[in-house]
Antibody
Framework: EVSLVESGGGLVQPGGSLRLSCAASGFTFSDYWMAWVRQAPGKGLEWVAHIKPDGSQILYVDSVKGRFTVSRDNAKSSQYLQMDRLRADDTAVYYC???????????WGQGTLVTASS | ESVLTQSPGTLSLSPGERATLSCRASLSVRSSLAWYQQRPGQAPRLLIYGASNRATGITDRFSGSGSGTDFTLTISRLEAEDSAVYYCQQYGTSPLTFGGGTMVEIK
């Protein structure tokens, strides 16, 4: 059974940094693109980024380019989202998702809440 | 960027009725459209991909149609568990975008 478990969320001041992790199991992690999708409180879904199986290609939404960095460790079946220079409008639940060809998202974690506030 | 507009914002129907949800794209996305269900307090779940293909394990009460710029998700014989927000997502153009969602309430 596919499982995605996010961790690392919390409260951070604007301008600060946070690193999210996503631990995957139940499938061959190194075969799949992986993604981050976020949802601001009471709002809709927003694609943030996705990363190729070997990590050689990463795509970001414009609003996070230069501030967020996605990486992965296939040996640990994990992906990461390093978030720097956080802004109040980055406040959201961040979901880890497995990508199927499209790209679209066929499995999701339960999400981790990031709050950027003073 | 292809902006997705979903309508109506909220749909309130009785069990057994049919729900028809619309998703309109500002730019053609061919058949590169997916639908997701998000129940309260839960993560989204993939329902439909390629505009009309049901994802693994999805009941045939859910069906999708359309291509280009106009898409429809139909939920037949509504059940209480269908109470959720439904999002469309296009993957035909960059960047990937989601619609604003349609909330389906079961009376």
């Amino acid at each position: 059974e596919v499982s995605l478990v996010e961790s690392g969320g919390g409260l951070v001041q604007p301008g600060g940094s946070l690193r999210l992790s996503c631990a995957a199991s139940g499938f061959t992690f190194s075969d799949y693109w992986m993604a981050w999708v976020r949802q601001a409180p009471g709002k809709g879904l927003e694609w943030v980024a996705h990363i190729k199986p070997d990590g050689s290609q990463i795509l970001y939404v414009d609003s996070v380019k230069g501030r967020f960095t996605v990486s992965r460790d296939n040996a640990k079946s994990s992906q990461y989202l390093q978030m720097d220079r956080l802004r109040a409008d980055d406040t959201a639940v961040y979901y880890c998702a497995r990508v199927r060809s499209g790209p679209l998202f066929d499995y999701w974690g339960q999400g981790t809440l990031v709050t950027a506030s003073s | 960027e292809s902006v997705l507009t979903q309508s109506p914002g909220t749909l309130s129907l009785s069990p057994g009725e049919r729900a028809t949800l619309s998703c309109r794209a500002s730019l053609s996305v061919r058949s590169s459209l997916a639908w997701y269900q998000q129940r309260p307090g839960q993560a989204p779940r993939l329902l439909i991909y390629g505009a009309s293909n049901r994802a693994t394990g999805i009941t045939d009460r859910f069906s999708g149609s359309g291509s280009g710029t106009d898409f429809t998700l139909t939920i037949s014989r509504l059940e209480a568990e269908d109470s959720a927000v439904y999002y469309c997502q296009q993957y035909g153009t960059s960047p990937l975008t989601f619609g604003g969602g349609t909330m389906v309430e079961i009376k």
